[in-house]
């Protein structure tokens, strides 16, 4: 496995909103989440990842409940609002955008 | 689409957000150790790599708890501003449901609270606003009664070693003319001419005046102030260091004053030294002039031992009889008090009088929303068993009189800054004080704050009891009683409140009404119809006295001939408005001693008293017989008549009198009396003397004129006369006899229409109140008149009880009333007279207005309770 990447700031937010696209999950399932679909590309430092929740919970992108986890403990669990699902939305296009530019700019220069 | 949250997440204590920040993160924990266990690592293993991968665990979750705290208490203060709007909202929704009521109730607030912040303004301005004086609090004013003379000043000058300095002053009146224009007359200080430096009050321009300047000899110079600089010099600099005319003499322009500053109130605008010459004859004889003050450095103002040596000194020097002696009685007050002084009790009343209204009107909003909060005991409820704060609750219950509060303070704050100055032409005040005033807005906004608060707080007490106690009994629809009781017990206490505070009002209106209607009634002793009274005042440097001597009597005599005119005189002071001159009178034939009377020397025309209809009783008139040469002749009234002759008709008598010629006089008339000291007081001794034998003629004059027809035109053309018998003399003022009795009487005119307006405002809150309480104890009881009819009660025996429950709280209130009455009794003194200060009439008529008004407003409610339908107000429940 090649080392580990660091996060490009702004990042996180867009991948916990993303993370949670799939349905309502606590703090330990959107990490896993991250992890399991970016192939544990990045190093992710958890209480970052638990900042980010509740800043975007009083930010109202993102609602919490407290519900029962599967072995039987009190967990909190998050949900997309509309208004983290527009976020999202947002953001995603942005980065596609941002992405695209970059990686033009990094493509080798045409042999002219 | 944004979906509206139907339950908030309750807000969480700090206890709270640490307990979550606990639990999330150690399940985190717990979960991760459990998946690198089930990966093979052991367990304790397992725990320590997921803390390990969680980074700063300690940390984390003091951060996390930080910033939720910080995000609940955002949420919180939202929140808190939302429901404040939807408070506000529903509450202007509740005031429109009722908008009769609530109208009264903002009405009344907005009159409190714009009155008393428009009389607060005035207090602020007249008695705690510093004077214009540097360290004014260390100056003091001298002694009265009496006044002091020129001698009495430099012996206190000189004795005075408490005081860093002394000055003497007077009013003084002087005409001004410029070039061949008309004379216009002035008032202004005649003072010593430390006087600026006494009061630490250096001019705008110039070099002001100077103690030599009263040395005799000294320059003539004046100080004119902001006001006359500005309206007879156009503001013009250059008229320093030149020479103007006042009454005739020129007078060197030595310096300006400030626009602020006033001494010693506004009307005053022009300040002249005054001459301490030992050769002049009034030097010890005229006690004329007052003394101020400025303390030295280290004496209190409160020590009395400061004056010990000024009275020792006195006492050494002059002799005084025992009535005007100086050595007693020795005291001084700060020089505030005695400038600003006659404004307080006026002020202390109003301020009683709105003061009162705006407790009324506190008390009428609070009854107003207990009747709300009663109506809205099952809604309160069901919001109480939705997880709603008492708090909360609460504060929806009071927003709606924080809302009242609002619209009342900005209705007032409209009321007194449109209605100020009309409010205080209409106070008794004096106007040139008043004149520096306007509505002063931080007070204003402090009293609003005020309002707000003790609203709040009205509103808030009742409420308190029906959210603790109340409201589990309310939801299933039958109403609590005990609350009904004690709702009913509060109201009741608030109506007798309100009682107590109409009778206060309505008592002291019918006293001031009553007083007014003595003071009118008075028979002043002349007839003011038709008269004219024209002011003319012919200065010393103009017209001297043998010139001024045939002046006034030729002016009358000129303006007797004015067509319409039936008769015209002089006289040297008019009676009612103008003080005059007295001093002691004795008859020839014997000696009286300390038991002669003063008595008051008029000058005057011989037609003075058939114009002024004041009718001879004995003896004859003054005539143009009685010139100077012949022998000394005078005409007195009755009252004079009788202080001098007890035994004997006055008439053929002779008297000496000490401010008239040294000869003796021989009463030739006996007049009926005068109120001359206004309908007020009683007649006093007058002595009148013709122009040709007065010892002196003053500068001042008046004409009185008797017309046919209307006074107005005429006053035109009398102006127009005097002026052109002789530029010099100015005529200040004209007005009729009538009007000039009116404003004799102007103060307690004003006080009464002023406190009987605001009675009639109370009485009707009075009577809202006594009518809401009733009418609320017999829908209360409408189940119980239904079983006292169905037994065989009869109606009329229920109109009684209800309509006795009404008087049982008006005569609570009336007696409340009465007490307090007694206790602010002397608010009302300065402007009754005649009448006792707790005039039992005036109270009986208050008692009764009270009591018709609350049986009136219990019988409404009382005729509903006793047309009760049995069969209906027994099914209701």
Redesign the interface.
Known sequence: MASALDLLPGTLDLMVLRALTLGEQHGYGVAETIHERTDGAFVLEEAALYKALHRLEHEGLLEAEWGVSENNRRAKYYRLTSAGRARLRKRVSEWRRYVAAVSKLLEPAPAS | ???RRLFRWPFRDRARIRE?VE???E??L???A?VLERGGLEREAARREARR?????K??KE??EA??QR?ER??RRQAWWGDLWRDLRHGARVLRRRPGFAGLAVGTLALGIGGTAAIFSIVWGLMLRPLPYGEEERLVAFWRPGHWSPAEFEVAREAGESFSALAAWSWDARTLRRGEGVARLESGVIATGNLFELLAAPPEMGSGLRWEDSRPGGEPGVVLSDGLWRDEFGGDPAVLGTTIRMSGEPRLVVGVMPPAFYFPTPEARYWIPLTLDRAESGYSGNHWLRIAGRMAPGVSTSDPGALAPIVAALGERFDYPPDWDKTRDASFEPLRQRLLGDQRPALFLLLGVVGVVLLMACANVAALLLGRTADRRSELAVRAAMGASRGRLARQLVSESVLMGLLAGALGAGLAAAGFRALVARLPLDPALVETLGVDWPLLAGALGLALAAGTLIGAAPLVGVIRGGLRGSLGGRRASGGGLTRGRLQSALVVTQVALAVILVAGASMLTRSLARMRAVDVGFEPERVLAVDAFAAGGDLDQDERRRFFPEAAERLGELPGVISSAAINRLPVRDGGYTSIAEPAERELGDAAPTVWWRVVTPDYHRTMGIRLLRGRGLSERDRSGAPHVAVINETAARALWPDGDAIGKRYTHGIDVEDEITVVGVVEDVRLAGPREPPVPVAYRPYDQASFVTSQGVMVIKTGGAVGPLAGQARALIQRLNPAVAVPRMASLESILRDSMADTSRIATFVALFAALALALGAIGVYGVVSYGVVRRRQEFGVRLALGSSPERLLRSVLGRGLILASAGLALGLAGLAALAGLVRPFVHDIAPLDPLSLAAAAAILTATAALASWLPARRAATVDPVNALRAE
């Open positions: 689409m944004k979906r979550d639990t999330e993160v399940h985190h717990e979960v991760a459990r991968r969680f980074g700063d665990v940390r984390a951060e996390l910033m939720d995000n955002w949420a």
